[in-house]
C-alpha cells in the first residue's frame, strides 16, 4: 500500500512562490497518472494538477501558467511548483492518485498565501 507525505508548504506573499513535494513509501511508476489536490477551508478537495506515467500533465484552468507538476519515478516523489501566488490559493494541499480509487491521504501541507 502506498502511504504519501507532502510537504513543502508554508506562508508566502501574494506574488511569491512555492515547491511542494509527495514523497510515497511504494513505487509510485505502476500509478499512470498522479495528482495534486488542495481543500480550502469550507471547501470540497479540487484537483488543481495532474501528470501520467509519460509525464504529459494538466492543469486546472485556475493554475495553468503558473504552476507546474512533475514528478521522478525513481525518487517516487511528485512536484508541484507554484509561482505567482495569490490569497485564493490558500489552501491544504494533496498528492495521490487521480481516481477513484484513491490511495490513503496524507496529511497534506498548508499553504497560506497572505501579505
Known amino acids: 500500500q502506498v502511504q504519501l507525505v507532502e510537504s513543502g508548504g508554508g506562508l508566502v506573499q501574494p506574488g511569491g512562490s512555492l515547491r511542494l513535494s509527495c514523497a510515497a513509501s511504494?513505487?509510485?511508476?505502476?500509478?499512470?497518472?498522479m495528482g495534486w489536490y488542495r481543500q480550502a477551508p469550507g471547501k470540497q478537495r479540487e484537483l488543481v494538477a495532474t501528470i501520467t506515467r509519460a509525464g504529459s500533465t494538466n492543469y486546472a484552468d485556475s493554475v495553468k501558467g503558473r504552476f507546474t507538476i512533475s514528478r521522478d519515478n525513481a525518487k517516487n516523489t511528485v512536484y508541484l511548483q507554484m509561482n505567482s501566488l495569490k490569497p485564493e490559493n490558500t489552501a491544504v494541499y494533496y498528492c495521490?492518485?487521480?481516481?477513484?480509487?484513491?490511495?490513503?491521504w496524507g496529511q497534506g501541507t498548508q499553504v497560506t498565501v497572505s501579505s
Open positions: 511504494g513505487s509510485i511508476f505502476s500509478i499512470n497518472t
Open positions: 495521490n492518485a487521480e481516481g477513484p480509487p484513491y490511495y490513503p
